[in-house]
């Protein structure tokens, strides 16, 4: 089982970015998705979730109204649209698979990960 995450980069400040997961070894349409980020000696931190069927999604308060969790289940895929970045934006960002259908914000608790794409928002 891998997740492969993809779509960082460099972006000026109030750029946007699209990262994308990529699944593979079995499905995830069972499992909440969600994508995690860390900057340089800080905590993981949980950004946001959405449930199996992409119905309903949950958000850090200092992303909401900027970023967008959606997914491709027949593609087995999960995606964060990120909009109007911002320096703190900058950090490893992970896609991650709860473990279960439901979720949880604690990053120790997921047990499936991608390896993580850089974003740095900087002019």
């Known amino acids: 089982v891998q997740l492969q995450a993809s779509g960082g980069g460099l972006v000026q400040p109030g750029g946007s970015l699209r990262l994308s997961c990529a699944a593979s070894g079995q499905s995830f349409s069972p499992r909440y998705t969600a994508w995690f980020r860390q900057a340089p000696g800080k905590e993981r931190d949980f950004v946001a979730a959405?449930?199996?069927?992409?119905?309903?999604?949950y958000y850090v308060d200092s992303v909401k109204g900027r970023f967008t969790i959606s997914r491709d289940n027949a593609k087995n895929m999960w995606y964060l649209q990120m909009n109007s970045l911002n320096a703190e934006d900058t950090a490893v960002y992970y896609c991650?698979?709860?473990?279960?259908?439901?979720?949880?914000?604690?990053?120790?608790?997921?047990?499936?990960w991608g390896q993580g794409t850089q974003v740095t928002v900087s002019s």
């Open positions: 991650a698979a709860a473990p279960g259908s439901s979720w949880t914000p604690l990053w120790r608790k997921y047990d499936y």
């Open positions: 959405i449930s199996t069927s992409g119905g309903w999604s």
